[in-house]
């Protein structure tokens, strides 16, 4: 359905006085349609004094049109395809920060090569609150693009003032390096919406008060989240020159309201508008949801085993073989004090020296419990891990000399549970178990198996043959 309105535009004593006619559309066909229409172009920025918002948004292809957008949205494509997804990803779920738009922003200031990534991302947040204000006027978010502006060079020497960046590449047009801000403050607020509402759909989800998902960390929360709840609900136009869409005519500087969120809720099915629409869909969609999918999941989305995944057995006794991989994930574990709190990268995945402990012991506990559900005739516990897809806070902490004398209290008690409760089982037990599923034979060696994640961190001493880098 498509509404008009009316709007006053404030301003000057003058442009007060005018009267704009606004319209809005929130049919999924209409809006579409306004999107492609050539007389439809984003609201205009008005530019002010070199080196502030105004002048950034005058200077941005977000703001611009015709052969403008066209050579300034070419300078963004350039940026993103420099861009590897899967290493913006493993970059987003990186760190400390527990703020969404921090980690964004510093991920994608890492993979463009600009020096002093954090202090970056704190600059671009304060330009993110005035960059979308019509006329901005916010003297910190200013002193920021002021700032940022020589630091847009790959490869940093940065000078103050007025000039542009100088790095490995040489010297950055001052289009070129406000267009590389632009790139930095569109993802800022932007994803870390899209995260948050992820976040919390994903509660709704795991809770049973919305439908689709398997909790949290299920792979098609970021796909539900940008149907459902986007963040960019709305889109505004302004007419250049008399246009028609959905069968109403828009007289040359009518201002347009595309309520993309409804558009999408009326339209199941068909592809969200988030990114907008041809021709001007966003560049960096594929960017952007890898950002927000390495601060939601971690390195890689959850995957469950398959049937391809049955352990292979041997003639060895299935405790001493689970008693030997504790010893070797604690044998690295001891190296692990060294850890320079950088997560590793290992098959799109990521870990550190904390996450590989609660994998390890995790295994151990969860198929522990699987094997006296059955062996009591019960059913087996729901599986609600998050696993490898998340790499939490905890995860993230330094790895002490006490942390590795606890995993060694754990991990060594866990070895000795399962050592003691294979050696009672018969061998009818251990080769025709009870209940669904592997044999408890193969349940050991699948435990067994979580040497894995160890191993995706390795040995830390400095010059080891196969340390993690």
């Not at 609150?129 to 940093?156: K, S």
């Not at 590989?356 to 094997?371: K, N, S, T, Y």
Request: glycine share 10%.
């Amino acid at each position: 359905m498509s509404t008009p309105s009316i709007l006053s535009i404030s301003g000057t004593s003058e442009r007060s006085q005018e009267r704009s006619l606004e319209r809005s559309f929130e049919r999924y066909d209409d809006v579409v349609d306004a999107l492609a229409h050539p007389d439809l172009v984003p609201l205009p920025a008005a530019s002010g004094p070199a080196g502030g918002v105004a002048w950034l948004r005058a200077a941005v292809a977000r703001f611009s049109a015709g052969e403008e957008h066209a050579a300034r949205r070419a300078m963004v494509e350039a940026d993103l395809a420099r861009l590897d997804p899967a290493a913006l990803r493993v970059a987003a779920a990186a760190g400390f920060e527990p703020d969404a738009r921090l980690r964004a922003v510093r991920a994608l200031a890492q993979g463009l090569g600009l020096a002093e990534p954090d202090a970056v991302a704190q600059a671009v947040s304060v330009v993110a609150r005035a960059y979308f204000a019509e006329a901005p006027d916010d003297a910190e978010a200013d002193a920021a693009v002021a700032w940022l502006l020589p630091r847009m060079a790959a490869g940093g020497g940065a000078e103050d003032g007025a000039s542009v960046g100088v790095g490995v590449g040489g010297p950055v047009p001052e289009e070129l390096a406000a267009n590389r801000i632009g790139l930095l403050v569109q993802a800022c607020d932007a994803t870390a919406t899209l995260v948050g509402n992820a976040r919390r759909a994903g509660c709704r989800s795991a809770a049973g008060d919305a439908p689709g998902g398997e909790g949290l960390l299920d792979r098609g929360l970021l796909d539900r989240t940008l149907r459902h709840d986007p963040s960019v609900p709305v889109m505004r136009r302004l007419a250049v020159r008399d246009a028609v869409v959905g069968g109403v005519r828009l007289p040359a500087g009518t201002r347009v309201v595309l309520d993309v969120a409804a558009a999408q809720q009326g339209a199941p099915g068909r592809p969200p508008l988030t990114f907008g629409g041809p021709p001007r869909v966003c560049p960096g969609r594929t960017h952007a949801l890898a950002l927000a999918a390495g601060i939601l999941h971690g390195a890689s989305d959850p995957a469950g085993p398959t049937a391809a995944d049955t352990p292979v057995t041997d003639g060895r006794d299935p405790g001493a073989v689970v008693s030997a991989t504790v010893e070797h994930v604690l044998a690295l574990a001891a190296t692990w004090t060294e850890w320079d709190g950088r997560p590793v990268a290992a098959d799109g995945r990521t870990y550190t020296p904390h996450k590989a402990v609660r994998r390890v012991a995790d295994h151990l506990l969860d198929h522990l419990a699987e094997l006296e559900a059955r062996l009591a005739g019960e059913a087996t516990e729901p599986d609600h891990w998050h696993a490898s897809a998340a790499t939490t806070p905890a995860d993230l902490a330094p790895f002490t000399p006490a942390d590795l004398d606890e995993a060694r209290s754990r991990l060594t008690r866990l070895a000795r549970i399962w050592a003691r409760r294979l050696a009672a089982l018969t061998p009818e037990q251990l080769d025709h178990s009870p209940g669904t599923g592997w044999t408890f034979r193969q349940l050991a060696f699948h435990v067994a198996e979580s040497a894995y994640y160890a191993d995706a961190v390795g040995d830390l001493r400095a010059g080891a043959e196969g340390a993690a880098s």
